[in-house]
């Protein structure tokens, strides 16, 4: 069966800091599909990124950063340079193996203060 | 459409009330999804349209919810003789295609059973 953790419950950082979000997949799948998405306190789910598991490479979105290691199941994110704005919670999410249906961590709350 | 959307918002039923939430997918989005979210947890999956056939309902909690998606756009998930239980948030979510597509979410409807 597959297994999201997120062990980071909530961060609290001061603005400008870099955060990292953690995040660990544990499958038996050879191929999946990850996910970031960000809550922010108005509710809506907004998709960041979408992985799969044959490409490593780590990528760079402005402030954003994933880090992606099939070695330790992790997929990690990086907030360069935190923002108020970035206030939210981050969801890690794998496909199930075989359905169409997403896994969701149980978030990871960020707070960045001014 | 711009995005997904759903109605109501917020929605106060008494207990024992049916309720019907609606969700207006992206246009030309082949699957839509719906998930249920507590307060303070990730959102869990319900239930997963292709076009009209309803493919995966293994998340619905009860027989009292249903859903519905019958000309292939527009879905209703209906919940009867509602629960204090079911007080959450019902997230909407359409993808382009099938297979591992990025899900783009709706806003959600916060259901409260008084």
């Known amino acids: 069966a597959q297994k999201v953790t997120q062990a980071q419950t909530e961060i609290s950082v001061v603005e400008k800091e870099d955060v990292t979000l953690d995040c660990v997949y544990e499958t038996r799948d050879t191929t999946y599909y990850l996910f970031w998405y960000k809550q922010p306190p108005s509710g809506e789910l907004v998709f960041l990124i979408r992985r799969n598991s044959f490409d490593e490479q780590n990528e760079i979105s402005g402030r954003y950063s994933w880090n992606f290691q099939k070695s330790t199941s992790s997929f990690n994110f990086t907030i360069t340079a935190s923002q108020v704005v970035d206030s939210a919670v981050y969801f890690c999410?794998?496909?199930?193996?075989?359905?169409?249906?997403?896994?969701f961590g149980k978030g990871t709350k960020l707070t960045v203060n001014p | 459409g711009a995005g997904v959307s759903q109605s109501p918002r917020y929605k106060v039923a008494k207990r024992g009330q049916d309720v019907a939430l609606r969700c207006d997918p992206i246009?030309?989005?082949?699957?839509l999804f719906w998930y249920q979210q507590a307060l303070g947890q990730g959102p869990e999956f319900l239930t997963y349209?292709?076009?009209?056939?309803?493919?995966?309902k293994s998340g619905l909690p009860s027989d009292r919810f249903f859903a519905e998606r019958p000309e292939g756009s527009v879905s209703t998930l209906k919940i009867q003789r509602t629960q204090q239980e079911d007080s959450a948030v019902y997230l909407c979510?359409?993808?382009?295609?099938?297979?591992?597509?990025?899900?783009?979410f709706g806003p959600g409807t916060r259901l409260l059973v008084l």
């Open positions: 349209f292709q076009n009209e056939a309803q493919l995966d």
């Open positions: 246009s030309g989005h082949v699957s």
């Open positions: 999410a794998p496909y199930q193996g075989g359905s169409e249906k997403l896994v």
């Open positions: 979510a359409s993808s382009r295609d099938r297979w591992k597509e990025t899900q783009y």
